[in-house]
């Protein structure tokens, strides 16, 4: 026993911890979280002394180890990025950025009590909803409305109160899949709904409505085509017709509107989508739309309609299950409340602010970081100022892009596929990981979505003075 102990290669875990170094790491992170650092990297090396070049570390390589995986073990997951796709409202980096006072709001509902279910007035309780009903109303011209967690869970929560066990009337060429497993058929069925398919891919008409109708109908929907467009031979029923049939029989018209927009973004010489107050004046019934996509709020799915249903819609148990935190709310309420104030709106909600971007800043701001950029990647690659195509993103406007500009990165190498995927992963590196998209030989850096400018510049700057990005990526392949 002896004779083992003394041979052991390694310092003891307490003889670690004393060592200044891993002391003061004790002050930062506290002696808990450092004699579990201690024990796994010793552990690791425990492991590897097997191994052929093994070597007996000494105490300053196991204190930096040490502190390496403290660090590590003490830094996000979730980390901001600078989205360069030029797709602004991209589902994969978080979408819709929050104002400025949305921020401000959330701040509030995390660190103070706030009146979430408590009614000021009577001193009785309240309900969430009521938070945002009066402003959402008041956008849309609804007669009510509610919220749950996503645009996906306000369908689902709709069709299971409305239309369960019962015929939902929608047409083929609306049947859409959105992605990341939301489909119309697979919803309906989730809520126990039955879909009745009408038409064809490319027409349907009001007759094909008019003949779907049976005593198991429940409601006639309509779903926006918001991530595809079919061309050519093609006839979709208006929303005032589908109303005007549904209301015939006695039913109600919903829609899923998917991003709908609040504002009408053809003003700002946007493409038009459609806007929630003119389907609710169209006559749907209940309509539903996300938060976080045109809206430029948190993540959340609306819902505004008809005030009997929007009650028979609450009153379901899965209401309960699908309802927004305090945080949401506090969000979407300072969002909406944007929207009282149509002259500061661009200026205020960046989701606008960054689809409305004017060209000219954009390209001003390209001219400005090429030589910042081309300084920090070395002569082997090219950084050219070109014309790109920004998108709304999340399946709005798919057909419609709007001009834009980028940094073009090419290798100068003809068969550069490698060192652009190489530059890609450097750029990913970065303390503030840089997000582009790779088309005909180039990395292209859309700047539509950069307004920290400085930020950016900076690491280009720091990343020019560590190594040469050409370097590192022409040598790995
Ligand atoms: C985006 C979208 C959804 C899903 O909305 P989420 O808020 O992402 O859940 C549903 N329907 C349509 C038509 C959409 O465009």
Known sequence: MTTQKTASPFPS????????????????????????????????????????????????????QVAARLQQRGSFALRRVFNLTGTVLHTNLGRALLSERAVQHVGMAMREACNLEFDLDSGGRGERDSLIEEVLTELTGAEAATVVNNNAAAVLLVLAALAYEKDVVLSRGELVEIGGAFRIPDVMRSAGARL?????????????YQRAIGPNTAALMKVHTSNYKIEGFVTQVSEPEVADIAHAHDLPFLIDLGAGSLIDLTAYGLPKEPIVREVIASGADIVTFSGDKLLGGPQAGLIVGKKALIERIKRHPMKRALRVSKLTLAALEATLLSYRNPEHLLRDIPTLRLLTRPLAEI??????????????????????VLPARSQVGSGSLPVDVIPSAALAISHHEARSG?????????????????????????????????????AFAGQFKQLQQLQPVGNAAASSE
């Open 13 to 64: 875990v307490d003889r670690v911890a004393r060592l200044p170094r891993v002391l003061d790491l004790c002050e930062e992170h506290g002696r808990t979280a450092v004699i579990e650092a201690i024990r796994a990297v010793l552990e690791s090396y425990r492991a590897r002394m097997s191994e052929p070049d093994y070597q007996i570390p000494d105490e300053d390589e196991i204190a930096g």
């Open 196 to 208: 009745v398919e009408i038409g064809t891919t490319n027409r349907t008409h009001p007759a094909d």
């Open 363 to 384: 390209e001003a701001l390209a001219a400005r970081l090429q030589p910042v950029v081309a300084a920090a990647l070395g002569a082997a690659w090219r950084v050219e």
């Open 418 to 454: 490698a060192a652009l995927n190489t530059l890609a992963t450097r750029l990913r590196e970065l303390p503030v990981p840089v997000i582009g998209r790779i088309a005909d030989n180039r990395l292209l850096l859309d700047l539509r979505c950069l307004e920290d400018e400085a």
